[in-house]
Nanobody
Framework: VQLQASGGGLVQPGDSLRLSCAVS????????MSWFRQAPGKEHEFLAG????????YYAKTVRGRFHISRDNAKGAVYLQVNSLKPEDTADYFC????????????????????WGQGTQVTVSS
């Protein structure tokens, strides 16, 4: 399984970005997906997760209402719409996949995910 994240960049406070994660897998719908971020010197932080069918989502309190996760199982992709960006959102953003047979299940701990993409950097600065 390979994950390729993209869509990061240098933006100003208040701007929006759409991060994408392309997943190469035999059965993308077998994976629960999440987005994490890691700021310099900090641990991975859970942001948002979506179950394998795209029916259930869950957000960290810090981003709830500003970020939106979605997936397209036909395309093998998961997205993170990030709105009203703040300087404290500056970090490397990672997508992660976990094999999951159940639906409506989302995991928020990094070690629960088997597959990770490389990060895409988001820098929010005026």
């Amino acid at each position: 399984v390979q994950l390729q994240a993209s869509g990061g960049g240098l933006v100003q406070p208040g701007d929006s970005l759409r991060l994408s994660c392309a997943v190469s897998a035999r059965s993308f719908s077998s994976y629960a997906m999440s987005w994490f971020r890691q700021a310099p010197g900090k641990e991975h932080e859970f942001l948002a997760g979506i179950d394998r069918r795209g029916e259930t989502t869950y957000y960290a309190k810090t981003v709830r209402g500003r970020f939106h996760i979605s997936r397209d199982n036909a395309k093998g992709a998961v997205y993170l719409q990030v709105n009203s960006l703040k300087p404290e959102d500056t970090a490397d953003y990672f997508c992660a996949a976990r094999t999951e047979t159940s639906s409506q299940v989302i995991f928020i701990v990094p070690r629960q995910y088997e597959h990770w993409g490389q990060g895409t950097q988001v820098t929010v600065s005026s």
